[in-house]
């Protein structure tokens, strides 16, 4: 699996990473809190990787400060979010 962003068409500043055989992770470490904003982002580069790789499953790794609306609007996307501390 490839986990250069400019592979799926995105900015080489991205970070992906390799979490399973079939699941990419979207790493996104800030110290200021994601919002709505930064979430519809982070659904448009998911819809490019999955344009490029349609197999892959997307996932965000990012800290816990993420507002509540930017879960559950990756959530409906079918993005999922994992926590690093």
Do not use: H
């Not at 490839?2 to 990473?17: D, I, R």
């Not at 790493?27 to 809190?33: F, G, M």
């Not at 930064?38 to 790789?53: H, P």
């Amino acid at each position: 699996m490839e986990t250069n962003p400019v592979y799926y068409g995105l900015s080489g500043k991205l970070v992906l990473k390799e979490i399973a055989k079939k699941r990419i992770g979207f790493v996104k470490i800030i110290k200021s809190r994601i919002i709505q904003k930064d979430a519809r982002r982070i659904v448009e580069f998911v819809a490019q990787i999955k344009s490029v790789a349609p197999e892959l499953e997307v996932s965000l790794i990012c800290t816990r400060n993420i507002c509540s609306k930017s879960i559950a609007l990756l959530n409906k996307e079918g993005i999922d979010v994992q926590f690093v501390d």
